[in-house]
């Protein structure tokens, strides 16, 4: 299994996530419950759990004192923020998604060559745009489906498919 330390050189080396932030980002989340902290004379394993919950932060592009909220609020995002209350099973949350995405990149990675990946940071947004020029949106429950829910500047972080991918992979390779 993976160490975060691999995680974050990989994030850095593909996707620009400096690792000097990355590590208090990642020190915060083990905090948090999110990634393992470890024992004495081991390193934390990461799972693709923690590698999404790793990303989101990063490209939430949040404060540090925040970033364990922001992670919970970018994971309980829905799709086009319907309430998933009674749905069925395959209709899943932002997490559910993020972690198909790790998937892939691990076991099909062409099919991620052409996918954009972008989260919101003044707003909890996150939108795959596609291959065929559908963008799926995750939104917070209640809100206004397609639609900017706030009056200020959208700030967002894109990464392509390519480079989550190469992170991916460069984490969690076999050795």
Do not use: C
Request: proline share 5%.
């Amino acid at each position: 299994m993976p160490t975060i330390t691999a995680a974050l050189a990989a994030l850095e080396r593909y996707t620009g996530f400096s690792q000097s932030r990355s590590r208090t980002v990642a020190r915060r989340l083990q905090e948090a419950g999110f990634l393992p902290l470890g024992s004495p004379g081991s390193a934390p394993q990461l799972d693709r759990a923690g590698f999404g919950a790793l990303f989101v932060a990063l490209a939430a592009d949040t404060t540090l004192h925040a970033a364990a909220d922001r992670v919970r609020q970018y994971f309980a995002l829905t799709p086009g923020g319907v309430s998933l209350e009674g749905a069925p099973a395959s209709i899943g949350t932002a997490r559910s998604e993020l972690l198909a995405l790790v998937d892939t990149a691990i076991e099909a990675p062409d099919d991620l060559r052409h996918v954009q990946i972008e989260l919101v940071s003044n707003f909890p947004e996150l939108a795959l745009h596609w291959a065929d020029g559908t963008v799926q949106r995750y939104q917070p429950t209640g809100t206004v489906s397609n639609h900017w829910q706030v009056d200020t500047h959208r700030k967002s972080t894109t990464v392509t498919g390519r480079a989550f991918r190469d992170a991916v992979r460069a984490t969690f390779r076999k050795n």
